[in-house]
Each structure stands twice: as C-alpha cells, then as structure tokens.
C-alpha cells in the first residue's frame, strides 16, 4: 500500500535516498539560518524589540541544519550536492517571495514594510513546514534514528507559526492589515506552485534512487498534482488566516539546543 509512511520509511533506509532527503532539508533550513540572522541585524528602528525574536528564528533554523547533518554522520553519509530543482527556498527568493537577498547582502536598514513582508511569507511557508514535520512526527516520534529530530524539530516549526500570527495581528492592529492580506494571499498563491514543482523534482530524483517503476512515479505524481488542484482550488486559505496563537511569545527566549546523535 502507498502511504506517506511507507513511502518516507523506503527514503530513510536507502543510504543514497536518505542522503539526499536529509541534504535538501539541510540546505533549506541553513539558508533559512542565514535570512532571519540578516534580517535580525536589518531591523528597523521602531522594531528593534522584534530582533530577538528573529535572532532566534534563525537559530532555529541554523540548529535544524545542523541536526539534519548530525543524522547524516551518524549513518557515515556525507551531504550530497542539491540538485536546483528541488532548492525550495532558492525558488522561494527567484519567484520574489519574501525580501531579495541583494538585499539583505546590504547594510541599509529594512522599512516596517519589509518586515511585515518577511512575517507574511514565514507565515506561509511555516504552516508548510509545521504541516510537514507533524506528520513526520505523526509516523516517526518513536523511530530510534530520527525520533527525536523529528518531535525537537516539530515543535521549532509550530513555535515559529505561532510567532508569525501573533506578530502579524500585532501589525494589523497597527494600521497594516491590507497590506498583510494581499501580501498573504500572493505568496500563499506562488507557495503552493512552487512546492508542487519542488514535490515533483525530489519524487523525480528518489525515483532515480530507488528504481521506483514508471506506474509508481506517476502515481506519485498524480498524488502531487491532486494536492495541488486542491490548494489552489481552496487549501491555500489556511495559509492566509490568522488567529492569536494559544503559545503566546513562542520565540521569547534562546533557542533550544541541538541533540546530540551518537
């Protein structure tokens, strides 16, 4: 039977494929690392009381890279080089969603605006990725290799959406509630093409791996398409809603520290 738990248990056990998976998810969340920690030094003025908040959202980030690594070495893997089309956040930045790296390479302060722009698109891709990792955490919470990944890594990612709403609603609050909306609704809208296309090239590249037959690539394909019919149909309105979290100040203190992976 072709379940997402059969599914991602066949990824973890090849060497090759897992290699691969844990490279990707590497690569995204370092990334990810790098763009809050520029963000954080950007902040302006006027919200220099949210640069903590950030600092740590990077460190998250950078903290997740390094756990996926961690998971890597123990099994003796090296990372792998990650092919283009399956760089989610690379296609993130080139489709304009969230603040160009160009930049964040410089030294001018952001505006409020960027920062409300940033808050949107976390806000779109953090739903994704707590999505993901729950239902990773879902199958996997007791798994001895990445049981405890998974359940740390789970819960940064539903902290980091709960921050993403309330200081979005802060920001309404304040006047900018259009603004979030339409911005809302456009990366919600370009997310879930991208992440379809992303699905398809790592689906793609596992196949390759995995020897998977042509019939079982494209059902896994018309599962993907399926998925994004519906996303676009209607699904993508839960990226745009918000509501006060119940964990309020959900990046209020350090980042926790990484596992340690024997």
């Known amino acids: 039977m072709l379940s997402a738990k059969s599914l991602f248990t066949e990824i973890l056990d090849d060497d090759e494929s897992f290699a ?10 370092s990334q990810g690392g790098w763009e809050n920690a520029r963000i954080a030094a950007l902040v302006p003025e006027s919200e220099r009381e949210l640069a903590p908040k ?4 990077g460190a998250d980030e950078d903290k997740h890279g390094r756990i996926f ?7 003796g893997l090296d990372p792998v080089p990650v092919p283009s089309d399956t760089d989610y956040t690379m296609l ?6 969230g603040l160009a790296h160009e ?5 001018q302060p952001l505006t409020v605006q960027d920062i409300v722009t940033y808050l949107a698109h976390s806000r779109v891709t953090e739903q994704r990725a707590s999505e993901q990792m729950d239902l990773l955490r879902k199958h996997f919470a007791d798994h001895p290799d990445i ?3 998974v359940k740390m890594i789970s819960n940064d990612e539903d902290n980091h959406l709960a921050y993403c709403h309330e200081e979005l609603l802060r920001f309404a609050g304040a006047g900018h509630g259009r603004d979030i909306q339409r911005t809302l609704r456009e990366c919600a809208l370009a997310e879930i093409r991208i992440y379809r296309d992303v699905s398809l090239a790592v689906m793609a590249h596992m196949g390759r791996i995995l020897g998977w037959s042509r019939a079982r690539s494209a059902l896994l394909a ?4 399926a998925v994004y019919a519906y996303e676009r149909f209607a699904g993508w309105r839960r990226m ?3 509501r006060m979290p119940e964990r309020r100040d959900a990046l209020g203190g350090p980042a926790s520290a990484a596992p340690e992976f024997a």
Request: net charge positive.
């Open 20 to 29: 691969l998976f844990c490279s990707i998810a590497a690569s995204g969340e």
């Open 54 to 57: 950030i600092t740590r959202h």
């Open 69 to 75: 690594n961690a998971l890597m070495k123990k099994r």
């Open 92 to 97: 993130l930045e080139r489709h304009g969603i």
């Open 103 to 107: 930049k964040l390479k410089g030294e």
């Open 147 to 149: 049981g405890r990944a």
């Open 222 to 225: 018309a599962g993907i398409h």
């Open 240 to 242: 745009v809603s918000l």
